[in-house]
């Protein structure tokens, strides 16, 4: 069952910069671990800072059948489609670190646009996925309600659905934009060593997979990590190999 906590809201803002903002190097160290499962009452409302309470899950759930017209989260199965109100959604631990990590560009707001206004899709890997393309850039929402007793938000990602409408909007700059390129690359075949798809892109702002904080510079077919100085060209060596700081090169 996975574990989760306080989820997306229904009332986030869309003004710029208000729950959606480039992630700074040091907001959370590399390597952060999926932490056990915990209990959490009162979810955390991204607008506000503050806490505060919603209906009990047997409240939630008569929510969901009225806004979608199908069975509670417990009775659903894997072929029913997720309900679209994000407000009902919790965000298991996974997804919370990856909030925090830098170069990832989601946030409570993309998700609660993901799920409200998003294609929805089947993936036999991952279940059921929310995608919605803004800016150039399509943010992949993953959900799940069949093995918790209210709908979660699993994970989510980003990919470049269009290079040059991301140059040309003004949420992105082309770091972002080859951020975004580079680690989609790096997650497509985790094993398969990728240089010519990192050599155009150049990442200037270290983005973190694994334990380690990765840039590239043009040219080079690889990623480097800026704190150990370690070289790699796919994600399996990246997440196989702990950093060490300035001393484990």
Known sequence: MASRQGGPGDAESSRPGSTERRTASTTAPAGSRRRAARSNPLPFDPETGDSRRRGSASDRRSAGRRSSGHRSSVARTAEDPPIRDPGLYALTDHFRDRLEQPGRYVSTRTVSDAIRRGQLRWNRTDGWRFALVEGGIRFVVVVGDTETN????????????????????????????????????????????????????????????????????????????????????????????????????
């Open 150 to 249: 209210s709908p979660v938000v699993v994970t989510g990602w980003t990919e470049v659905a269009d290079r040059e409408a991301a140059l040309d909007a003004r949420r992105w700059d082309p770091v972002d934009v080859d951020t975004i390129a580079v680690r989609a690359a790096l997650s497509e075949s985790s094993s398969t060593p990728i240089p010519d798809r990192i050599r155009p892109r150049t990442v200037t702002r270290p983005f973190v997979v694994g334990d380690h904080r990765l840039k590239t510079e043009p040219g080079e077919p690889y990623v480097r990590c800026a704190d150990c100085g370690c070289r790699f060209r796919s994600k399996d060596a990246i997440t196989s190999r702990g950093c060490h700081g300035r001393s484990g090169r």
